[in-house]
């Protein structure tokens, strides 16, 4: 059963009872008293603080349990044809699917796709892709650093048009990208137009740095449409291909997943010839029992040479969506199903979708189309699900480690209840190593003197304070107590 806006409404409402039960802090008759800041019932998250971010809620149906470290990094978006009043972009998240980080998008017709933890000149940066799209996108390539400054923004080379489906960073700091290219073609073999246009994927590696092009691949000159699953539709160029992942497959070799074939490919970098197929109708290998797969997504070579990816099937097929790890023996050309990892809801995730395999051998999913997060264990036993509303999805979804240092300050308003009581909010985009926060107040905002100390709880924490002066702040403390950035202070 698919979550319905109802469903969201009635969690919502409970989750900001519960929090105004939920106080914490110095004590009941203390200056200082904190709890998870009340968000009102309503279909997408309101922070006080920050008006100006309305993420969607985002629902943990199992709480996380022997999962990995790490927060959790997703990318939300209106499905085709959907609705919903939360802003789409870039999102961190805790196990309670509390934000950590959100980056709306900054404009409406934009999408923020494929967001995750990468590495680039040896540090752990965020990378996503961000631009506009209908299937197959037109964008750049953008890389944040821990401080959430931009540190790259690129395009694809060779005038050709940056798509979502990958922006893989090499050990060398070069990108790997996805490309969408029409190209006239006779397509009346296929059943089409003698006048048409064909879509071919193409690979491409670019220097992030230079922008030069490294490496380029093109469907076309390699797989004949004769493959495709997908017939051509009069009067639009002709997809026969839809490229959506590419990984390294060692130095010499990448692998390339097409949706239309149904198919992953083995590419020689040196020639660009095909060293195989992995599944569809030319596949190289005998495919074992529950080993075939359709319409997939996000194929990943691992280190014990199995492959994962993402299932996507279909209605049509009867069966349900799925990640699955493939055994690959290369020299017998066998390929036998080792684990499938699926949702309890039995979704079918027609399209996007990823699979993660974490270091101490979870698997992480992103369930696409369908609106889910799940993490399991190395059999498939579900460890955590977490999930958006029905309207809202993402593209791909992972788990990593992550530390954030945003350069300003924290955010703060406040709330008077009398001339006594004031009630702070407080938030800090980004900032993941605040435990506490310390709550200042004064007759000036260079006269404040501490009167206490309240737990963060939450993307915003509400803080009551007992106090008449007309100046307070706040600043963030990490767990040793060490005082972060510098305080905000505003005048009641």
């Not at 290369?330 to 979708?353: K, N, V």
């Amino acid at each position: 059963m698919r979550r319905t806006r109802r469903d969201f409404l009635k969690v919502a409402a409970g989750g900001a009872c519960l929090a105004a039960l939920g106080m914490a802090g110095c004590g009941a008759n203390g200056p200082v008293r904190a709890m998870a800041a009340p968000a009102p019932a309503g279909p997408t998250r309101v922070y006080r603080s920050r008006p100006d971010l309305r993420p969607p809620p985002v629902e943990v149906t199992t709480p996380a349990r022997g999962t990995a470290p790490g927060y959790l990094f997703a990318a939300s978006k209106n499905g085709p044809g959907e609705e919903h009043p939360s802003q789409d972009g870039c999102m961190i998240l805790d196990n309670e699917g509390q934000p950590v980080w959100l980056r709306p998008v900054a404009a409406e017709e934009r999408d923020a796709m494929d967001f995750k933890v990468q590495s680039y000149r040896g540090r752990p940066v965020l990378t996503w892709w961000e631009g506009e799209h209908g299937g197959y996108g037109d964008g750049e390539y953008v890389i944040f650093d821990e401080s959430y400054e931009e540190i790259a923004r690129f395009r694809a080379g060779n005038g050709l048009s940056g798509d979502h489906h990958e922006f893989l960073i090499s050990e060398r700091d070069t990108a790997l990208v996805t490309i969408y290219a029409e190209k006239p073609m006779d397509l009346s073999p296929y059943g089409g137009s003698a006048d048409g246009f064909a879509i071919e994927g193409v690979a491409q590696e670019i220097d992030i740095e230079s922008g030069e092009v490294i490496f380029e691949w093109h469907s076309l000159d390699h797989v004949d449409p004769e493959e495709s699953y997908s017939a051509p539709v009069s009067g639009e160029a002709y997809d026969y291909f839809h490229i959506n992942s590419i990984e390294e497959d060692g130095e010499d070799h990448l692998l390339v997943s097409a949706r239309r074939t149904s198919a992953v490919y083995k590419i020689d970098r040196r020639t660009g010839e095909i060293v195989w197929r992995l599944n569809g109708k030319r596949s190289d290998f005998e495919m074992g029992e529950r080993a075939t797969f359709a319409y997939q997504h996000d194929a990943r070579r691992h280190p014990d040479g199995t492959i994962t990816l993402f299932d996507n099937r279909g209605a049509s097929m009867g069966e349900q969506s799925r990640a699955i790890r493939l055994g690959i023996d290369e020299g017998a050309m066998t390929a036998t199903l080792r684990h499938e990892f699926t949702h309890p809801e039995e979704p079918f995730a027609t399209y996007q979708a990823n699979v993660q395999v974490l270091p101490n051998g979870n698997v992480f999913v992103g369930w696409g189309s369908a609106p889910y997060l799940t993490e399991h264990d190395g059999e498939g036993n579900l460890l955590f699900d977490a999930g958006f509303p029905p309207e809202v999805e993402s593209y791909r979804a992972f788990r990593s480690p992550w530390t954030g240092r945003p350069q300003d300050a924290p955010d703060l308003t406040d709330e008077s209840e009398s001339g006594e009581r004031v009630t702070l909010y407080a938030s800090w985009n980004g900032a993941t190593e605040v435990v506490t926060w310390q709550v200042l107040a004064g007759p000036g905002p260079e006269k404040l003197k501490a009167v206490g100390e309240a737990p963060r709880m939450g993307f915003e924490t509400a803080i009551a304070v007992d106090t008449k002066a007309p100046y307070v702040a706040v600043r963030a403390k990490d767990r040793s107590g060490r005082v972060l950035g510098a305080p905000r202070v505003i005048r009641r």
